[in-house]
T-cell receptor, first 114, second 115 residues
Framework: AQSVAQPEDQVNVAEGNPLTVKCTYS??????LFWYVQYPNRGLQFLLK??????LVKGSYGFEAEFNKSQTSFHLKKPSALVSDSALYFC????????????FGTGTRLKVLA | DAGVIQSPRHEVTEMGQEVTLRCKPI?????LFWYRQTMMRGLELLIY????????DSGMPEDRFSAKMPNASFSTLKIQPSEPRDSAVYFC?????????????FGPGTRLTVT
């Protein structure tokens, strides 16, 4: 079965430090991968995606993610965290067969400490 | 563009009542998704449409749930009769896969409380 996993429920990082939010996936074929952010009482907001091309993709608000095919990972990163980055982050993968629906991870709560 | 529009933003109803949630996708988008989010179950895909046609409704929990998309600019999710366990935030999202972009744009959600 096609799936995506976010192994950490919560990540704490000090403001100014680099942050990483982990995501691994299991799909056959070439995956389409996405990161979304959700602030309290808001809908999910698209951050970045990998469809094809360069393994390092850059997105909104200084975030980037690296697609690693051998490790089936798509970790979200930012060189210097801000308190305002504190939110819930979701990784998602689009199925490569069947109905091509999107599968979301369980979410990782990022807390940036001042 | 105004983004994905959902109404109402909040709905409080009594068990047994009919509830209708509404969604207006972004103009030109050819896919529309309905999700439900709860603390216990996270984000669940209920159903999605492509060009107004339902493609996958395997996430619809029971026959009490139904969804329609009569045209490209409007969709409804109906719960009849509602139950307390239906309390959740319901999100609508749309995307433009026909243009090769694939990312989904989410509405602000409808917070449903069934008492």
């Amino acid at each position: 079965a096609q799936s995506v996993a976010q192994p950490e429920d919560q990540v704490n990082v000090a403001e100014g430090n680099p942050l990483t939010v982990k995501c691994t996936y299991s799909v056959s074929g070439n995956p389409y991968l996405f990161w979304y952010v959700q602030y309290p009482n808001r809908g999910l907001q698209f951050l970045l995606k990998y469809i094809t091309g360069d393994n390092l993709v850059k997105g909104s608000y200084g975030f980037e993610a690296e697609f690693n095919k051998s490790q089936t990972s798509f970790h979200l990163k930012k060189p210097s965290a801000l308190v305002s980055d504190s939110a819930l982050y979701f990784c998602a993968v689009r199925e490569t067969s069947g109905t091509y629906k999107y599968i979301f991870g369980t979410g990782t709560r990022l807390k940036v400490l001042a | 563009d105004a983004g994905v529009i959902q109404s109402p933003r909040h709905e409080v109803t009594e068990m047994g009542q009919e509830v209708t949630l509404r969604c207006k996708p972004i103009s030109g988008h050819d896919y529309l998704f309905w999700y439900r989010q709860t603390m216990m179950r996270g984000l669940e895909l209920l159903i999605y449409f492509n060009n107004n046609v339902p493609i996958d409704d395997s996430g619809m929990p029971e026959d009490r749930f139904s969804a329609k998309m009569p045209n490209a600019s409007f969709s409804t999710l109906k719960i009849q009769p509602s139950e307390p366990r239906d309390s959740a935030v319901y999100f609508c999202a749309s995307s433009s896969q026909g243009r090769g972009t694939y990312e989904q744009y989410f509405g602000p959600g409808t917070r449903l409380t069934v008492t």
